[in-house]
């Protein structure tokens, strides 16, 4: 036998209270994954045999209040609900029969008119229920729309909200990271203080820089965005822009061609090589998963050629990272 087994075992512990006194997350596995959603339209029948195309075992899975997986898609049925345990038993044997696993479970949010959090925090403590029974580690939370509010009416509600998910977070072991997106939360002085006021090994981010870039941030801001926001990131998305020469690195509109200039992950203009280097030097070991915008673009073929590029591209740049 050789060494001490109880050493290694000594190195490993002290490495996780370290870890946990940082609040830096404790390794975990470099993948690629893809939204559910975005596997159709392959020419596939059912979203496993649409994941085996594009060589991934990783999905993200969108699911609605009812807790019904409403792009789990299997023909034109949506078979898949996580409500009880016995739904969630059925997809756990289906995940297994088909070798996939659930990255993360999408639970978006739209405050709307609504002055009161307490039904969707309730949703949220049910699908984290559902995410541990599955393994399921992250609920990511897109929180897309605000309408009337200010800046500061948007922090401290969007603060109180995450804040009831932490004790959800603490119970269930599941992390919930909340999206940047759309005129909020793509902001540093509006993301900032909501991050720094939560523990964010129990709610973090879940970052997409190209959401950023669809913000209208110049390219050459782009890398100095995710090094402030990288030891909050729990969670990654990767899709990409490509905007003409002279918009690349000018102040534009939100949303200004989005459409049109999305490209693929290794076309566009933000080089995701330096990105995945930031998000690692920062502690994050996790999936990155798909979400090309680009696919609109393209017929049945071309959408599966994307995938399969945006799939290659992105484990090249890990194998890179893991050397």
């Given at each position: 036998m050789r060494g001490k087994p109880w050493v290694g075992l000594s190195v490993l512990?002290?490495?996780?209270?370290?870890?946990?006194?940082?609040?830096?997350?404790?390794?975990?596995?470099?993948?690629?994954?893809?939204?559910?959603?975005?596997?159709?339209?392959?020419?596939?029948?059912?979203?496993?045999s649409a994941a085996d195309a594009i060589g991934v075992s990783l999905i993200e899975v969108q699911i609605n209040p009812k807790?019904?997986?409403?792009?789990?898609?299997?023909?034109?049925?949506?078979?898949?609900?996580?409500?009880?345990?016995?739904?969630?038993?059925?997809?756990?044997?289906?995940?297994?029969?088909?070798?996939?696993?659930?990255?993360?479970?999408?639970?978006?949010?739209?405050?709307?008119?609504?002055?009161?959090?307490?039904?969707?925090v309730k949703w949220m403590e049910a699908a984290a229920e559902a995410a541990r029974d599955l393994g399921v580690p992250i609920i990511m939370v897109p929180i897309p729309g605000a309408g009337g509010m200010t800046d500061e009416q948007y922090v401290e509600r969007t603060k109180k909200f995450l804040g009831a998910l932490v004790p959800v977070a603490e119970k269930t072991g599941v992390t919930?990271?909340?999206?940047?997106?759309?005129?909020?939360?793509?902001?540093?002085?509006?993301?900032?203080?909501?991050?720094?006021?939560?523990?964010?090994?129990?709610?973090?981010?879940?970052?997409?820089?190209?959401?950023?870039?669809?913000?209208?941030y110049p390219l050459d801001k782009i890398y100095s965005l995710t090094e402030a926001v990288a030891p909050y990131v729990r969670y990654v998305h990767a899709k990409n822009e490509k905007y003409p020469d002279d918009k690349k690195n000018v102040q534009r509109e939100p949303g200004w061609e989005y459409g049109k200039c999305a490209t693929s992950?290794?076309?566009?203009?933000?080089?995701?090589?330096?990105?995945?280097?930031?998000?690692?030097?920062?502690?994050?070991r996790g999936p990155v998963t798909i979400e090309d915008d680009s696919l609109g673009h393209h017929d049945e073929a071309g959408k599966k050629k994307v995938l399969d590029d945006d799939v290659k591209f992105l484990r090249e740049i890990i194998a890179g990272l893991e050397k």
């Open positions: 512990c002290c490495a996780l209270v370290v870890a946990a006194a940082m609040d830096v997350p404790a390794q975990g596995r470099w993948d690629v994954g893809i939204r559910d959603s975005y596997l159709k339209g392959i020419g596939s029948p059912d979203v496993w807790m019904k997986c409403q792009q789990l898609f299997e023909g034109d049925d949506t078979p898949y609900s996580v409500g009880t345990p016995d739904e969630r038993k059925e997809l756990k044997a289906k995940l297994a029969e088909k070798k996939k696993s659930i990255c993360a479970f999408c639970c978006g949010y739209n405050y709307g008119k609504n002055p009161s959090d307490e039904e969707e919930f990271a909340m999206e940047n997106l759309q005129r909020f939360n793509n902001r540093l002085e509006i993301v900032e203080p909501i991050l720094q006021s939560l523990p964010s090994r129990k709610v973090g981010l879940a970052h997409d820089i190209t959401n950023m870039y669809w913000y209208g992950v290794r076309d566009g203009d933000i080089d995701f090589r330096k990105i995945l280097a930031i998000y690692a030097k920062a502690g994050y």
